[in-house]
């Protein structure tokens, strides 16, 4: 029986524990942190550009409750000193976001253009970013026997990309494979691995590049196919990954949520 006088995705069901977001310093990974730490979570937010993550430090509603910590999720002895330090700080991590990742300022060129670096960073930063974290924080959840980790993939891990990125694609398709891959083994410790797949959102420098390309024309197009008839924001992002981190989907793994607006 639900007892609604204690909302499950409200504030007490986050009270006391530890999260860490990257890509943190603006878009998604910024409302996903300032929604965590409004609703009392400890958060370490995580990205290589410093001067916007303190900006999204500075920016949460309870000083102290969010931290600025400067780490390259493709670093694999970075990322675990990050772990280790909001460990030894708070006592363990609760809630793990991966959330870096991108086109890199990469634009859609022919496959046979492309290089093998820049097919490389894109993968790195969106998958083998998302696996180095969650292998650093998979000892302490076990031993915890709970645990929360979101995959922020996209729309274009379930079908094509609008950049017409092959590597942002494939990267995000691989995203979700792990994610399914992870509940199944995670999930006899009481981990649940989810992802959430986004439409196009205005939300940082590039998806501004990418929205004025398209023209006049382009963007009523865009915004006439989705179900809504407007595009969403970061913040209908973060409500998702605050679902998936609640108490509410303890039952719930292996799952991707398209937020699009409806397509």
């Known amino acids: 029986m639900i007892n609604y006088d204690s909302d499950p995705i409200g504030g007490n069901s986050f009270q006391g524990k530890t999260a860490i977001v990257t890509g943190a310093a603006h878009g998604f990974g910024r409302a996903i942190a300032l929604a965590f730490a409004e609703r009392g979570v400890s958060v370490w937010a995580c990205d290589v550009i410093e001067p916007e993550l303190r900006e999204t430090e500075r920016l949460a509603a309870s000083p102290g409750m969010c931290r600025a910590c400067v780490t390259d999720v493709t670093d694999k002895r970075a990322v675990h000193a990050t772990v280790a330090e909001a460990t030894r700080a708070t006592g363990r991590v609760d ?130 196919g989705i179900a809504l008839k407007r595009l969403g924001s970061p913040d209908d992002i973060a409500y998702g990954v605050l679902f998936f981190a609640s108490d509410a989907a303890g039952w719930i793994t292996g799952q991707v949520l398209s937020i699009d607006g409806g397509k």
């Open 95 to 224: 809630i793990l976001v991966n959330n870096a990742g991108g086109v890199l300022g990469q634009v859609g060129r022919p496959l046979e253009e492309v290089s093998e670096a820049d097919w490389r960073k894109i993968f790195d930063v969106n998958v083998t970013g998302a696996f180095l974290c969650a292998q650093a924080v998979a000892p302490g959840m076990k031993a915890a026997r709970a645990g929360r980790i979101v995959n922020i993939s996209s729309g274009a891990g379930l079908g094509v990309s609008l950049t017409g990125i092959q590597a942002y694609a494939s990267a995000k398709a691989a995203q979700i494979g792990l994610t399914r891959q992870l509940a199944h083994e995670l999930g006899p410790w009481g981990i649940t691995v989810n992802s959430i797949a986004p439409g196009f959102v205005r939300s940082n420098p590039t998806t501004e590049r990418q929205w004025e390309s398209y023209g006049e024309e382009g963007q009523r197009r865009l915004v006439e």
